[in-house]
């Protein structure tokens, strides 16, 4: 997982790649320290982009995207958002909807 500093680089990644997952974070939140290796060993199987993006880095984002409590994570597909869930992330709920929405976009290939 690639950690952004940057609205304007996570913009830039969002729309560039065809599946990145982001996962919103806070530096005051233990819980997110917690989940972080579970979020990226999904994105490591199912071979996607994704992306570390700490609230107090890039507040922009939080604004922008309308993240109002951490941890979140949002899966974009072709630079929309299709999935957002928060606080209580189920590993196999977020598996399952990456795989899904990789089975739309090889169809539509």
């Given at each position: 997982m690639?950690?952004?500093?940057?609205?304007?680089?996570?913009?830039?990644?969002?729309?560039?790649n065809k599946?990145?997952?982001?996962?919103?974070?806070?530096?005051?939140c233990?819980v997110?320290?917690?989940?972080?290796p579970?979020i990226e060993?999904?994105?490591?199987?199912?071979g996607i982009?994704?992306?570390?993006?700490?609230i107090?880095?890039v507040?922009?984002?939080?604004g922008q995207?309308?993240?109002?409590?951490?941890?979140?994570?949002?899966l974009?597909?072709?630079?929309?958002?299709?999935?957002?869930k928060?606080?209580?992330?189920?590993d196999?709920?977020?598996?399952?909807?990456?795989?899904?929405?990789?089975?739309?976009?090889l169809?539509?290939?």
């Amino acid at each position: 997982m690639q950690k952004y500093k940057s609205y304007e680089v996570i913009k830039q990644a969002i729309n560039e790649n065809k599946l990145l997952l982001a996962y919103v974070k806070s530096n005051k939140c233990p819980v997110c320290d917690v989940i972080l290796p579970k979020i990226e060993t999904i994105a490591i199987n199912q071979g996607i982009n994704s992306a570390i993006i700490t609230i107090e880095d890039v507040p922009e984002f939080s604004g922008q995207h309308s993240v109002f409590t951490a941890p979140t994570v949002i899966l974009f597909v072709s630079g929309k958002e299709v999935f957002r869930k928060s606080r209580f992330i189920i590993d196999q709920e977020l598996e399952e909807e990456i795989i899904k929405w990789k089975m739309s976009e090889l169809y539509n290939l």
